[in-house]
């Protein structure tokens, strides 16, 4: 009678396992299916955003007195200088396009009304897993908060924010021409500094995006900072709007954190 309970219970694990490695098998298979349909759709929005805006009217943002900061090693990087119209066209949550030196990461930004909708949605509103770029729904990135964040999945295969924790190596850091994020919005074409790098467990302090007064606004600036991984030779201060990119760096609830200074502003005129 034990050896009969024994082997039914044998026989039941192996069941449960084997659908269990099914599952798992399928989840992987959809999984990579979505995030190579996010990869041809990526492509396809490339080429219909070909077309550049010219006539941009630049401004200087925030300029440091010092001559020796590296602000000014960055100023004369040229804008993305995107037209996104064709791409409103096609979604009219389309918000921006982002580019961050030294990483694959070189994609359209949408928006929604909450920050769940593209964890599990493709630019085209399709549900993919893999989802896509989007903006916190509380900012107006035709109108910067003090502080505008950008979300993203983090994708073994790279795709999306998959291959930011670049960030993280020495390698990246030391090549100082990968400090600057590259950010096209409907009205305008910008350049953002990097000032700091870290990885947090999950919280939602990094994340504000607005303040009350300006000396809690500066309170953050010298948190964020402080936490950075790396000294990146620059300072912010409470005239500086910032940019954060926010995506997971692991299964147990830390995340990456990248914070940047606007420093280059341009008007479009398509």
Same mark, same amino acid.
């Given at each position: 009678?034990?050896?009969?309970? /024994?082997?039914?219970?044998?026989?039941?694990?192996?069941?449960?396992?084997?659908?269990?490695?099914?599952?798992?098998?399928?989840?992987?298979?959809?999984?990579?299916?979505?995030?190579?349909?996010?990869?041809?759709?990526?492509?396809?929005?490339?080429?219909?955003?070909?077309?550049?805006?010219?006539?941009?009217?630049?401004?200087?943002?925030?300029?440091?007195?010092?001559?020796?900061?590296?602000?000014?090693?960055?100023?004369?990087?040229?804008?993305?200088?995107?037209?996104?119209?064709?791409?409103?066209?096609?979604?009219?949550?389309?918000?921006?396009?982002?580019?961050?030196?030294?990483?694959?990461?070189?994609?359209?930004?949408?928006?929604?009304?909450?920050?769940?909708?593209?964890?599990?949605?493709?630019?085209?509103?399709?549900?993919?897993?893999?989802?896509?770029?989007?903006?916190?729904?509380?900012?107006?990135?035709?109108?910067?908060?003090?502080?505008?964040?950008?979300?993203?999945?983090?994708?073994?295969?790279?795709?999306?924010?998959?291959?930011?924790?670049?960030?993280?190596?020495?390698?990246?850091?030391?090549?100082?021409?990968?400090?600057?994020?590259?950010?096209?919005?409907?009205?305008?074409?910008?350049?953002?500094?990097?000032?700091?790098? =870290?990885?947090?467990?999950?919280?939602? =302090?990094?994340?504000?995006?607005?303040? /009350?007064?300006?000396?809690?606004?500066?309170?953050?600036?010298?948190?964020?900072?402080?936490?950075?991984?790396?000294?990146?030779?620059?300072?912010?201060?409470?005239?500086?709007?910032?940019?954060?990119?926010?995506?997971?760096?692991?299964?147990?609830?830390?995340?990456?954190?990248?914070?940047? /200074?606007?420093?280059?502003?341009?008007?479009?005129?398509?």
């Amino acid at each position: 009678m034990f050896i009969m309970k /024994k082997n039914l219970y044998l026989y039941i694990f192996l069941f449960f396992s084997f659908f269990l490695i099914i599952f798992s098998f399928n989840s992987i298979i959809s999984l990579k299916r979505d995030q190579k349909k996010s990869v041809e759709l990526n492509n396809k929005l490339k080429k219909e955003s070909l077309k550049k805006v010219s006539n941009i009217n630049t401004n200087l943002v925030n300029p440091p007195e010092n001559k020796n900061d590296v602000y000014w090693s960055y100023v004369n990087e040229d804008f993305l200088k995107v037209d996104l119209t064709d791409l409103v066209n096609q979604n009219n949550d389309t918000v921006g396009w982002i580019k961050v030196n030294g990483t694959t990461i070189d994609y359209p930004i949408v928006q929604s009304n909450d920050n769940e909708f593209y964890l599990s949605h493709s630019f085209d509103k399709t549900e993919n897993r893999a989802g896509w770029i989007f903006s916190d729904f509380r900012n107006n990135l035709n109108n910067f908060n003090y502080n505008s964040v950008i979300y993203g999945h983090r994708l073994r295969d790279n795709t999306m924010f998959g291959n930011l924790t670049y960030v993280l190596e020495d390698e990246w850091y030391n090549d100082k021409n990968n400090h600057i994020i590259k950010l096209s919005t409907l009205k305008y074409e910008t350049i953002w500094q990097i000032f700091s790098i =870290y990885t947090i467990y999950k919280e939602s =302090y990094y994340i504000t995006t607005n303040f /009350k007064t300006l000396d809690s606004y500066q309170k953050f600036l010298d948190t964020i900072s402080k936490r950075s991984q790396y000294y990146f030779y620059t300072t912010v201060n409470t005239n500086d709007k910032i940019l954060t990119l926010s995506t997971c760096k692991d299964s147990y609830g830390h995340r990456l954190v990248v914070h940047a /200074k606007l420093i280059k502003k341009g008007t479009k005129s398509l």
